[in-house]
């Protein structure tokens, strides 16, 4: 039995008042839109989450990513209020406001790149990505663009064609945008490439005198966690170089401290020319970016980049606080900390079910990737998906992915307590327990 501190479940899921919210749900919001968890979330602190009906979860799923710094951090809450009371939006290129330069600034301070740096803000990390590429074909004059397997980079046009997953993402919603070249991804477990491999597969799809950027994820996130070995990246600077185009690296999930650095790319012997930054930046809050090289961020005539509601002031002051916070309160030591626990209890598990066939992730990005037969490495995306179900209803929310749905992550919260995690990994023990009887 867990010894229970933190989690709380005193009804069957949905409990009644939640089930009561899902029912107008099924009536009145698109059914596209399925929900992960069952129940419907009424306050949360921290890494915890209380639903309407009293039940108290810890959530490995941290906003998918977003709350670095928890839940209603006490600094962001506070600049909140304070912005509340100022003014809430005049659209930055209309009517500008200081929070928008400040972030700017804060963010190209944050960003190991040698020379000038300059920012943009957006609202999501789909247009981030987008972004990124409009800038680099204004910079090179040039239109293709590559990318690689198990991407994940979102769902509007041009970030839907560059993610790799058809299903869901991209089923029924042809025709996608052109130029857009698959590489094939480093995936120790799986397949061992070469940089040798990646050139000669780029050489085999496009001139490379035609491609503007490479897009890549210096850990793959969506796409089940994948760690490249430490040549990858810097091999993909030379390609960068050799060729003219611009290197662009996907921090949307990996960035604002998430591995244990600002950046994820800063463990890896390179420098990239644009970064896309997104989820924890602002603290839920829709908020996203795009910083690199000054010279290649100032590529785009005036007002072709920006948007409506592109880095609203609310979201611009949760950024700032949730910058001070990861450097004041030491937090992206944390969340090295917080992934070493992690991995360990992962790793303890490896030991005791087969089922188990690689534990990996760098800093507080940690997943383990399931499978049938640790000799064939089948994935395992049913028993992934019961183990997550059942963790989910005894109090412990875990977050799956790949593009085989077989691998459980955490995106957890670097605020998260010692003993917080080790009663979630009891509840996720618990559940390979009760799953593998
Ligand atoms: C690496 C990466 N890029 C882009 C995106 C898309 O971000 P958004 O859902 O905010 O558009 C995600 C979302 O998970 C992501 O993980």
Redesign the pocket.
């Known amino acids: 039995m867990i010894d229970r501190q933190f989690t709380r479940i005193q009804t069957a899921l949905p409990g009644p008042k939640s089930a009561d919210v899902f029912a107008l749900k099924e009536t009145y919001v698109a059914s596209p839109l399925e929900t992960y968890a069952p129940f419907i979330v009424k306050q949360a602190q921290g890494a915890i989450i209380e639903d309407l009906d009293g039940n108290r979860f810890l959530d490995f799923s941290g906003g998918?990513?977003c709350l670095a710094v928890g839940q209603r951090h006490e600094r962001v809450v506070a600049a909140l209020r304070e912005q509340i009371d100022h003014y809430l939006h005049t659209d930055f290129t209309a009517v500008p406001y200081a929070p928008f330069i400040e972030l700017a600034q804060k963010l190209c301070e944050h960003t190991a790149i040698d020379g000038p740096k300059k920012a943009a803000f957006f609202n999501?990390?789909?247009?981030?990505?987008e972004n990124a590429v409009k800038i680099a074909r204004a910079y090179t004059k040039r239109k293709a663009v590559l990318v690689f397997e198990n991407?994940?980079?979102?769902?509007?046009l041009l970030?839907m064609t560059m993610t790799h997953k058809a299903k869901p993402y991209k089923y029924g919603f042809g025709p996608f945008a052109s130029d857009v070249y698959r590489l094939p991804y480093p995936y120790e477990y799986r397949k061992s490439i070469t940089a040798d491999d990646i050139e000669r597969s780029l050489l085999s799809l496009v001139d490379p005198s035609e491609v503007a950027v490479m897009v890549v994820?210096p850990v793959i996130?969506?796409g089940g966690f994948l760690v490249p070995p430490a040549w990858f990246l810097p091999a993909m600077r030379k390609l960068a170089d050799k060729y003219g185009f611009v290197l662009a690296v996907?921090?949307?999930?990996?960035g604002v401290g998430r591995t244990g650095k600002f950046f994820a790319y800063e463990h890896f012997d390179m420098q990239p020319d644009l970064i896309?930054v997104?989820?924890s930046l602002a603290s839920g809050l829709p908020l996203?970016g795009v910083v690199g090289k000054a010279k290649i961020m100032d590529a785009p005539i005036a007002s072709a980049i920006g948007g409506t509601y592109a880095g609203n002031p609310l979201a611009c002051r949760a950024a700032l606080e949730v910058i001070r916070t990861l450097d004041e309160e030491d937090l992206m030591a944390q969340a090295t900390r917080v992934g070493h626990r992690i991995k360990s209890h992962f790793q303890r598990l490896a030991e005791k079910y087969d089922v188990i066939g690689d534990v990996r992730g760098l800093g507080a990005m940690v997943g383990m990737e399931l499978v049938t037969d640790r000799v064939t490495k089948e994935p395992a995306k049913e028993l992934t998906g019961k183990i997550a179900r059942a963790a989910m209803h005894n109090g412990a929310i875990f977050p799956t992915a790949g593009l085989q749905g077989n691998v459980l992550r955490v995106l957890v919260s670097f605020v998260i307590t010692d003993e917080q995690i080790d009663e979630g990994m009891n509840i996720l023990e618990e559940a390979f327990e009760n799953v593998l009887g």
């Open positions: 998918w990513g999501s990390g789909a247009e981030a990505v991407a994940f980079h979102g769902r509007t970030a994820e996130g969506e996907d921090e949307v999930q990996s896309c997104a989820k996203s």
